[in-house]
């Protein structure tokens, strides 16, 4: 029996190394866990940040601790810092809770405006990434 054009589609748009979609819906990053340089969790991601303009995943907003959300902390971190990790069922980076927990104050709110480059430039720095924008 001849494979339908859907399922031809569907077999063509999977990723060779891992067998599966390479895009992924953005509901279903939220929650996600990361683990960290220990192979431990260091947070799960809260949200994400998408330059308007490019299209791009910017930042991914990591949340820690607390409980039914009550006293959770969130940090920034750039998403070129974090990469899949099909065996843990997450998303892995090299960084160490304390380094993150370390970072500069970018975003502890709903309210940031998202619009102060210098901090950005800083947060960039700190974790020895090129920014998003280029240089």
């Known amino acids: 029996m001849a494979e339908s054009f859907g399922s031809m589609q569907e077999r063509m748009a999977r990723d060779p190394a891992t067998g599966s ?21 260091v947070g799960s991601i809260k949200r994400l940040m998408i330059d308007k303009k490019s299209g791009q995943v910017a930042y991914a907003v990591l949340g ?7 006293g959770e902390e969130t940090y920034t971190i750039p998403w070129g810092k974090l990469s899949y990790d099909v065996d843990l ?16 104050d970018f975003y502890r709110g709903d309210d940031y405006g998202w619009r102060e480059r210098d901090k950005e430039r800083e947060l960039h720095t700190y974790y020895g990434v090129t920014p998003y924008w280029g240089i």
């Open 89 to 104: 069922g997450g998303y892995r980076t090299d960084l160490t809770a304390d380094q993150i927990q370390g970072a500069p």
């Open 64 to 70: 820690f601790g607390g409980f039914l959300g009550l």
């Open 21 to 41: 979609n390479p895009l992924i819906e953005s509901d279903r990053v939220e929650g996600t866990e990361v683990y960290g340089a220990d192979q431990r969790g």
